[in-house]
């Protein structure tokens, strides 16, 4: 990890640093995006035959048969693993749900003045494709994390892809009673889910993480099938003036191990501390090999001049995992993705079984939107209605409004409704 400091000699280079940072993100979809846009463009014009190629050649899929897993795969899986972990599920699972329920938007309707009644209504969205990555490691918490949420909003057709799933994350699909679940990953699988194949079915949206490609075909079919967010490498900021050494850079190592790319950063006013989370992280990160390039490559330990110069340094990264001292700490932050307070609260845990959603945005996208939640599912849908009373009381002002932007049959539409109610009246 390196040192870098916002005062003395280095400060220029600091503040270049943190600039470059501000702007991380789609840079590094552009070189990909040609071989991407080939691969959608190959799968919404063939369909199945370019769907099962690609499976075939990225994949490995050899047998189109087995493209679809069936419900007795996903029950013998759940039976074939360690009871022990059918349990760690199970429980997770029962975190997810109901903090996903906590969540859940409200319908709602009021009169603001008599004669009108306003409120929303929440339907949730008829399909949803979740995508689980499945590359250095097996991550059937991802699958809990994208589809419990959409099963909470009752979103009636839930579709799981995943390039050669893991036996515990097709176990995972089993306790979620998982209907429609295919091995297929990669720049294909989001070009089916987002045009359809005579295999899979398009969807109305598609959440979840993945690669490179994954993240640059969201972006090239987010006009024609909405998405969640463009996710990338992984990202965590420590922001601490009283924490522990081994315990911040247990978190960094935990963080840097998704991926060489990962950005790893410790924000801190002390030298004492930003020294000894250094040689603690390359310590811990000796034996990790994904871990120790992810440090060499990205890790960062920023010694700030004040406290004050700490947090607002924490709010330009707009990071995806945050640690900080203390719950006070929560008052000014502003950008992050999800926050961890305290010396126990491991960051692993919220990978895992906190309850909170792990998709969460990077590449400072936390300056814009949370993580996945339970909202990505649902549409809130606006009612408004008048009684004769209500469009004498409010009218004459709207149509004042019409008349001062020249729309004339916006006014007129009102004025001649306000001209019924008076013959009448």
């Known amino acids: 990890m390196k040192l870098i400091r916002t005062k003395g000699r280095g400060a220029r280079e600091t503040e ?9 993100g ?18 919404r014009r063939q369909g199945d035959r370019a769907l099962l190629g690609y499976a075939a050649k990225f994949d490995g899929l050899v047998d189109a048969s087995l493209l679809r897993i069936t419900a007795a795969e996903m029950s013998s899986a759940w ?23 906590q969540q859940l938007p409200k319908s709602f309707s009021n009169s603001p003045v008599p004669g009108l009644t306003t409120g929303q209504v929440v339907r949730p969205l008829n399909s ?35 390039p050669k799933p893991a036996p515990a994350t097709i176990a995972a699909a089993h306790l979620l009673g998982i209907t429609e679940f295919y091995r297929v990953g990669g720049a294909h699988a989001i070009a089916a889910l987002a045009y359809g194949s005579p295999s899979i079915e398009r969807v109305d949206k598609i959440v979840g993480p993945g690669n490179l490609y994954v993240t640059a075909a969201k972006r090239l079919v987010a006009f024609d099938c909405a998405i969640d967010m463009l996710a990338g490498p992984t990202e965590i900021v420590v922001t601490s003036e009283k924490g522990n050494a081994a315990g911040i850079a247990c978190d960094l190592v935990a963080q840097a191990e998704h991926d060489p790319e990962a950005l790893a950063i410790f924000v801190t ?18 034996n990790n090999p994904i871990a120790r390039q992810a440090l060499d490559r990205n890790g960062l330990v920023i010694l700030a001049a004040t406290i004050e110069e700490a947090r607002d340094i924490t709010n330009r990264l707009a990071p995806e995992h945050l640690t900080v001292d203390a719950a006070t ?11 961890f307070v305290g010396r126990w609260s491991a960051q692993a845990m919220g990978d895992y079984i906190s309850g909170p959603n792990h998709t969460l945005p990077t590449g400072g996208m936390a300056r814009v939107r949370g993580g996945l939640s339970v909202n990505d599912f649902v549409k809130l849908i606006t009612v408004q209605e008048y009684s004769q009373q209500g469009l004498r009381a409010l009218g004459p002002h709207a149509v004042l409004v019409a008349d001062a932007e020249g729309l004339n049959a916006h006014a007129e539409s009102i004025r001649s409704r306000l001209r019924k109610g008076r013959s009448r009246g």
């Open 79 to 101: 039976d074939a693993i360690d009871p022990s972990l059918q349990e760690a599920l199970t429980i997770a699972a029962r975190q997810m749900r109901a903090f996903a329920e």
């Open 269 to 286: 006013t002390r030298s004492d501390l930003a020294k000894n989370v250094i040689a603690e992280a390359k310590q811990r990160s000796r």
């Open 128 to 162: 949803v494709g979740c995508y689980v990555p499945s590359g250095r490691h097996p991550l059937p918490s991802t699958l809990l994390m994208t589809a419990i949420p959409a099963q909470v909003a009752e979103v009636e057709r839930i579709v799981v892809v995943s």
């Open 329 to 339: 700490d929560i008052e000014w932050v502003k950008n992050a993705g999800s926050v």
């Open 16 to 24: 270049a640093a943190l600039a470059a940072l501000e702007q991380r």
């Open 26 to 43: 789609g840079a590094a979809l552009d070189a990909v995006l040609p071989a991407v846009r080939r691969i959608v463009s190959d799968v």
